[in-house]
């Protein structure tokens, strides 16, 4: 074979360009700047009302250094969390008119059926009295009717009493129709629910419940016993009643240090535990237009302790319609009486204040008796 006269190059295979792999790296790296950049300035993007802008620092500035559209510069504030007491003065006065005197006869939880029932009402002409109060639910927990609240059946607190056929029954008893039906219920001292709900319980700083002579605790500040409470309250104004009474809505008069299950920023006071669930209870009951009324705590009234019970006078009258005291005689419940007037703004001081006694003391209008057992009529004579 005849060879070139010209001299021999080795030529090696000429590589492709990889145009797509050009491309699909800048479409990357262009992602991955915004990115960077959304994130990074993310903090100077300022919102107005006729668009969004960039703000970003120095470049907003002028020659002359102040800021477009006539901003001025943020004005440097040490802020200081200051944590104060409640303040009710601003909460309006809504209870307390137009009540009717109510001179009632106490029931308490063990008698309220038809024939115990019975037992009282032959007594109340004797007391001039016009009302029943009937302890629905004790300081044991255990109430007497079959409730339909559902906390009541989740932890077994049913009784077995047809409440709602009991309250027809006296209805109808009362040819006049004058007889006044008051519920009375306990809130913060519930035995039964604070054993089988323990995360419903009032504790001691050690962790342990919280019992007293009086009973066993609960927080106020519980959802659980908010709703359970509001269930019962609901249900009884739904049966009939005329009123409902609350019993022990106050946190126990201690030097104890108590635990609470909440967790706030601020820190739990009994005042705004008893306060805030006093106003969440007679909100959940304004649709039924029932009077709901209170039981002060004796040992916090007379001796000025109600930072440690959590019973604010000045929010209670105004939103309770009556405020009950147990008392000995009449002339404590005088000093009783004069030491809440200045908190009741509505209605009249003789049927908003009641005293508790076993007499109905002279000059009152308003008052729950609790009849001596050697007053009362035997099973058979009632």
């Keep these: 074979m005849a060879r070139s006269n010209g001299p021999e190059v080795y030529r090696g295979r000429r590589k492709r360009l990889n145009v797509l792999g050009v491309v699909f790296g800048a479409l990357a790296a262009l992602i991955l700047l915004t990115v960077v950049l959304f994130f990074g300035l993310q903090k100077y993007i300022v919102f107005e009302?006729?668009?969004?802008?960039?703000?970003?620092p120095g470049a907003a500035a002028g020659e002359d250094g102040a800021l477009p559209n006539d901003e001025t510069a943020p004005e440097q504030v040490n802020a200081v969390l200051e944590i104060t007491d409640p303040d009710y003065s601003a909460v309006p006065a809504t209870a307390g008119e137009g009540l009717a005197n109510m001179a009632a006869v106490f029931v308490p939880a063990q008698d309220?059926?038809?024939?115990?029932?019975?037992?009282?009402?032959?007594?109340?002409?004797?007391?001039?009295?016009?009302?029943?109060?009937?302890?629905?639910?004790?300081?044991s927990g255990q109430l007497v009717w079959?409730?339909?609240?559902?906390?009541?059946?989740?932890?077994?607190?049913?009784?077995?009493?047809?409440?709602?056929?009991?309250?027809?029954?006296?209805?109808?008893?009362?040819?006049?129709?004058?007889?006044y039906l008051v519920?009375?219920?306990?809130?913060?001292?519930?035995?039964?629910?604070?054993?089988?709900?323990?995360s419903a319980a009032l504790r001691f700083a050690t962790g342990a419940a919280y019992a007293d002579s009086e009973g066993t605790w609960l927080d106020?500040?519980?959802?659980?016993?908010?709703?359970?409470?509001?269930?019962?309250c609901s249900e009884l104004a739904e049966m009939g009643f005329d009123e409902l009474l609350l019993k022990s809505l106050s946190l126990p008069i201690t030097e104890e240090a108590i635990g609470f299950s909440?967790?706030?920023?601020?820190?739990?006071?009994?005042?705004a535990a008893v306060?805030?669930?006093?106003?969440?209870?007679?909100?959940?009951?304004e649709a039924y237009a029932i009077p709901v009324s209170a039981i002060l705590d004796t040992t916090s009234l007379r001796s000025g302790l109600a930072?440690?019970?959590?019973?604010?006078?000045?929010?209670?009258?105004?939103?309770?319609?009556?405020?009950?005291?147990?008392?000995?005689?009449a002339w404590l419940s005088g000093v009783d009486r004069d030491s809440i007037d200045q908190y009741l703004t509505l209605g009249s001081l003789e049927t908003r204040y009641v005293p508790i006694m076993s007499y109905v003391p002279e000059g009152f209008t308003s008052c729950i008796v609790r009849v001596p057992d050697g007053v009362l009529p035997t099973g058979e004579e009632g």
């Design 112 to 139: 309220v059926s038809m024939s115990g029932v019975g037992r009282y009402m032959s007594v109340m002409s004797s007391y001039n009295a016009n009302a029943l109060v009937l302890e629905v639910k004790p300081v």
């Design 275 to 285: 306060c805030g669930l006093a106003v969440e209870l007679t909100n959940a009951l």
């Design 262 to 271: 909440v967790e706030l920023s601020s820190t739990p006071t009994p005042e």
């Design 307 to 329: 930072d440690k019970s959590g019973q604010n006078l000045e929010l209670f009258g105004k939103v309770f319609d009556r405020l009950c005291s147990a008392t000995d005689s």
């Design 49 to 56: 009302h006729d668009g969004v802008r960039v703000a970003l």
């Design 183 to 198: 519920a009375q219920l306990s809130c913060c001292i519930d035995g039964l629910l604070a054993e089988r709900c323990p």
């Design 146 to 179: 079959a409730s339909s609240s559902p906390t009541a059946a989740a932890y077994s607190l049913n009784g077995t009493l047809d409440l709602e056929a009991m309250v027809a029954a006296l209805r109808q008893q009362d040819e006049d129709d004058e007889l």
């Design 220 to 232: 106020p500040y519980s959802a659980t016993v908010s709703a359970y409470l509001s269930e019962l």
